[in-house]
């Protein structure tokens, strides 16, 4: 069964950093493209960063570039999204998500097939 399960994330203060993990298993990373979206409360859905499945594309929300740094490690099955100088804004749950590859590159649309259940980040002093 394929599942995603993320972790990493907490309380920070503006300016704070943290490093959110997303474990994969049940299938083989190889294959997928990884995305990270966020979610805030009364917003919608939004892409955050997508990393494509061998690694060599990444792309990046116009609001976190220069901020956010996506990575993976496929022998072990993890996809790691590095926030740094965190803003009050950047405060939601962040999903990580999964797609077979289909194209070379990878997309910041929600049309992805699975799901982790969240982390929640929260930016406050």
């Known amino acids: 069964q394929l599942q995603l399960v993320e972790s990493g994330g907490g309380l920070v203060q503006p300016g704070g950093s943290l490093r959110l993990s997303c474990a994969a298993s049940g299938f083989t990373l190889d294959y997928y493209h990884i995305a990270w979206f966020r979610q805030a409360p009364g917003k919608e859905r939004e892409g955050v960063s997508c990393i494509s499945s061998s690694g060599d594309n990444t792309n990046y929300a116009d609001s976190v570039k220069g901020r956010f740094t996506i990575s993976r490690d496929n022998a072990k099955g993890m996809v790691y999204l590095q926030v740094n100088s965190l803003k009050p804004e950047d405060a939601a749950v962040y999903y990580c998500?999964?797609?077979?590859?289909?194209?070379?590159?990878?997309?910041?649309?929600?049309?992805?097939?699975?799901w982790g259940q969240g982390t929640q980040v929260t930016v406050s002093s």
């Open positions: 998500a999964a797609r077979r590859r289909v194209f070379r590159l990878c997309s910041l649309l929600p049309d992805y097939n699975y």
